[in-house]
């Protein structure tokens, strides 16, 4: 018998970023509001994290309802409607259900119904990864737009007296297309985990352990090993991406990492040696800490806010728990 010859799909030689929107929680909750249960300050915790609000949705608001506003604004972005996505990949580790998956829920609230949907769980790496994968899925002809959403509304996993993260988080959601270009829009997606280090940020215990009297899970961190991991590790895998993308610091016009703590972008700077003409994404200062919607928020606050021009070339890394970690550099829409 003789087998006939698959027929594998071939898509565009490169793809970019087509458009950007994002979304934050409406309510701005100040260091004075927080730092009593955790007996701070707001002198504390300017000089430990460079916050001095972080946004947070109201209670009538969900993950879903943020990820859906900042995906309507990134499709409207592209000029494409729900009906030419074919993929939506939504990236979160707020979602209260294990399935169906919110994907699915958005790219029908979006219209996008019957685009392939699911979700993936990379905390604050996971838009990159979403990124990684879009890259992948256009290039290989397995779709022609995709939506990269990352989405959270941390505030639903806070303990108001933990000094460890809580006091960082806020609410959430960027979102991108991703689709075909004539040039290369999207460099190599370095990526990786360390799954050793897993308790480092954690949730206090399993869904499990609620039914046996445990209590709402929240989540921690051991502050000083994140700090030194983002800080020495991380920057040789933004410049690992850089040199995947075959360029240097010197042509890097913005640089976009995750929004985790100021201190941890200003060494992180240093250790890349970034020309001073770089543009920082500072967007943590008043948003906080939103896990996998931090780099699409921070990018589309400097392109709203004129500080970088569309068809910049940026820097962008994730990193979180896990451990783990994604970087990339992008043409900005």
Known sequence: MTRPTLTQSTGPAHTRILGIGGVRGENLV???EIAGPIDSSDEWIRQRT???TRARAGAETDVLDLAEQAARRAVEHAGLTG??????ILSTVTYFHQTPAGAA???DRIGATPAAAFDISAACAGYCYGIGQ?????????A????VIGAEKMSDFIDPTDRSISFLLGDGAGAVVIGPSDTPGIGPTVWGSDGGQAQAIRQTHSWKETQTGAGWPTLRQEGQSVFKWAVWQMAPVAQKAMDAAGVTADDIEAFIPHQANMRIIDQMIKQLKLPETVVVARDIADTGNTSAASIPLATERLLREGKVSSGALALQIGFGA???YAAQVVVLP
């Open 30 to 32: 100040t260091n004075d």
């Open 50 to 52: 460079g916050i001095v």
């Open 83 to 88: 009906a030419d996505i074919d993929a939506v």
């Open 105 to 107: 829920i958005i790219a």
């Open 134 to 142: 879009a890259d992948a899925l256009v290039r290989s002809g397995a």
């Open 144 to 147: 022609r737009h995709v939506l």
């Open 322 to 324: 896990g451990l783990v």
